[in-house]
């Protein structure tokens, strides 16, 4: 598909927005592997969302709340929930407390779909940024 057409025939399984997540965590939140997401401030928004990593949305995942806000010596004790390590939190908090948003029932799509992403640091993207591959 072309031009602006593939905007207009969204496949149903395609969340209205999706966050942007890096590897090798991503795979892990759409394996169902890590059920909380490390974050740096809290957000309102719930319900399924979305996992691009990092250009492919390669899953969803049901976000149901948000905890925190945790220090980095509260999280490494939870390193089960979020996969990730001491050092890692460590250098992403930046000395500022941390967010854990709780994920449930993840999805890995069988294939990957294409991701048309706006240049600079973007958390969030949206449904009409998404299209099925081409063969």
Do not use: C, N
Not at 70 to 87: D, K, M, Y
Not at 101 to 120: I, K, M, N, S, T
């Amino acid at each position: 598909m072309t031009g602006e057409r593939w905007r207009d025939e969204p496949r149903e399984e395609i969340p209205e927005r999706s966050f942007v997540v890096r590897e090798p965590w991503a795979t892990y939140i759409v394996q169902g592997r890590k059920t909380w997401e490390i974050r740096r401030y809290p957000t309102r928004i719930r319900g399924r969302i979305g996992i691009v990593s990092p250009r492919d949305l390669i899953g969803a995942v049901q976000l149901v709340r948000v905890l925190g806000p945790f220090t980095v010596e509260e999280l490494v004790e939870e390193i089960e929930r979020h996969l990730a390590p001491g050092q890692f939190l460590r250098e992403y908090a930046q000395e500022r407390p941390l967010w854990a948003w709780e994920l449930q029932e993840a999805e890995e799509f069988a294939e990957p779909y294409e991701v048309e992403r706006a240049g600079g640091p973007r958390i969030w993207v949206v449904r009409r940024q998404v299209r099925q591959r081409a063969q």
